[in-house]
């Protein structure tokens, strides 16, 4: 039976893939939280001889959304989630990691990065978005805080409880997740820091 989810879970994670691993060109940590994406076609730039400024209209909360989503699709038709729907769940990560498991900020910017990889790799839908944002915690968090069994175990809880998941189904997306990942946990310094000084600023 566990045989039988696991290639379950592991045939639908890979058949939504829009590109291949190996297309997957250097990660950047600045692409999908650009600051640029809340102000869209609202913002005027304003050069002047010896300064710049920005000027962003008014506009309603709703239409603001709709245009950054219709935007982000545009340049990033390959992603399955909108940029509204990624930022939400990676607040529901930084939520249960931060404050319900108590991980420091570089456990949950390695979280963030992993996400984000998977978001880029056409991995993640509405479908499966968070058993991988469960999976992405449960990675990071192993390789960022060294857990030991017990304390695994209590994550698992956490991650079943607080995001509403299927104890068997997101042990069995941990692997694909990996895989698909390439088996790159170990995360360089210039990768996490961007993450890291953003949950800084907006601790």
């Avoid at 609202?42 to 239409?63: A, C, G, N, W």
Wanted: charged content about 30%; overall charge positive; some cysteine.
């Amino acid at each position: 039976m566990c045989f039988f989810l696991f290639f379950k879970v592991y045939f639908l994670f890979f058949s939504y893939s829009g590109i291949k691993a190996q297309e997957f060109v250097d990660y950047d940590p600045n692409l999908l939280d650009d600051p640029q994406w809340p102000c869209g076609k609202h913002k005027r730039v304003l050069v002047f001889q010896s300064y710049m400024t920005t000027v962003i209209e008014y506009v309603k909360p709703s239409d603001l959304k709709r245009d950054m989503n219709e935007t982000f699709g545009e340049k990033f038709p390959h992603v399955r989630l909108t940029l509204s729907k990624i930022r939400s769940l990676k607040r529901e990560i930084r939520k249960l990691a931060q404050e319900d498991c108590g991980y420091e900020e570089p456990t949950v910017a390695m979280a963030f990065v992993y996400f984000e990889k998977l978001a880029l790799l056409s991995k993640i839908n509405k479908q499966n978005r968070r058993l991988c944002a469960g999976a992405c915690i449960l990675l990071a968090a192993k390789i960022g805080s060294d857990l030991k069994r017990p304390e695994v175990k209590n994550l698992i809880d956490r991650l079943e409880e607080k995001l509403r998941l299927n104890r068997k189904e997101l042990l069995a997306i941990e692997f694909p997740v990996f895989v698909a990942l390439e088996f790159e946990l170990h995360l360089p310094h210039h990768v996490i820091q961007p993450h890291y000084r953003r949950l800084l600023l907006n601790s």
